[in-house]
């Protein structure tokens, strides 16, 4: 029989129910609201007159024949050329997380097997510039880039975030290599392995889902910045993030809100796709970070 202790009450099964239920319609209510506008025009989703028609498309009827449009889609995949944004996105987020999860792996066990001072000092001051804004960090980057001529490149916008990344891998892998115990390597190397045959063959097959954790927010991390997209690329080479910002328009242009709709769809579609598809190791690798062993 389970311990009373252990049971749960139906009123605090209930109350658990109705909070999760709640958090779940708060968090997903606005982007379905979005996926849905994203096929009305924009008379139909910004109606001032009555919010109701953006659910029956009482205008998208009238201006397309049909309660529903992919105008908007269209718009900004093919008319503003959305589709460049997207691949310049998945150019800079691939090497972004690429060089700082090298890095980040090879830096984070170095320093968790490394029985000198020198160790905590150096992830102090990663602590440090990980705390900085990043438009900080940013500012000191223009000067080179203009005098050098390589502003607006999509190389020197991964860099940057490399940069800027870096602290937060060395820090998440640093912890996940402390929870694996030297015995490992040390037993490999009476085996006959290098240290880096160790590491590669023992370590990291037991580091893997620490490693796509810090990926997974590596790639947030890139995938969603705005700032230093913004200030570094130039109009042909902007990622997604800022093409969107781009679609609202200034006080000097009209912009077009419908394509800004469909592009944050577009852009947030893949998100949860990716969490879902890695939602196990994600888990099992804030877990194991979590609790020392």
């Not at 909070?19 to 209510?29: D, E, K, R």
């Not at 008319?79 to 800079?92: C, K």
């Not at 902007?238 to 609202?248: D, E, G, H, N, W």
């Not at 709709?261 to 994600?282: D, E, G, W």
Request: proline share 4%; aromatic share 16%.
């Amino acid at each position: 029989m389970t311990p009373r202790s252990q049971r749960k009450s139906p009123l605090l099964a209930l109350l658990s129910f109705g909070f999760v239920a709640l958090w779940v319609l708060i968090a997903s209510v606005p982007f379905l609201w979005t996926l849905w506008g994203s096929f009305k025009v924009q008379g139909d989703f910004f109606s001032k007159a009555d919010w109701t028609n953006a659910l029956y498309g009482v205008r998208t009827l009238v201006e397309t024949g049909g309660t529903f449009t992919g105008n908007g889609y269209e718009g900004a995949w093919i008319e503003q050329e959305f589709w460049r944004a997207t691949l310049n996105t998945a150019i800079v987020v691939f090497f972004t997380v690429t060089i700082s999860l090298t890095l980040g792996t090879l830096g984070g066990y170095a320093l968790a097997r490394s029985g000198y001072r020198y160790a905590f000092w150096l992830l102090m001051i990663a602590l440090v510039f990980r705390a900085m804004p990043h438009i900080t960090l940013v500012s000191g980057y223009l000067l080179p880039f203009f005098q050098w001529n390589i502003w607006g490149h999509l190389s020197t916008t991964i860099i940057v975030l490399v940069a800027i990344n870096q602290p937060f891998t060395l820090w998440m892998l640093h912890s996940f290599f402390l929870n694996i115990p030297k015995d490992m390597d040390e037993s490999a190397m009476v085996d006959g392995c290098t240290r880096f045959q160790a590491f590669r063959h023992v370590i990291i097959p037991v580091m893997w889902p620490g490693v796509i954790t810090t990926g997974l927010f590596s790639f947030l991390l890139a995938y969603n910045d705005f700032a230093v997209t913004a200030m570094l690329l130039s109009q042909d080479n902007q990622t997604m993030v800022p093409k969107i910002a781009s679609f609202l328009g200034t006080t000097q242009v009209e912009g077009n809100v419908m394509y800004a709709v469909a592009a944050v769809v577009s852009a947030t579609a893949p998100l949860f796709v990716l969490v879902m598809v890695f939602q196990r190791q994600i888990v099992s690798g804030l877990t194991a970070g979590a609790v020392k062993g």
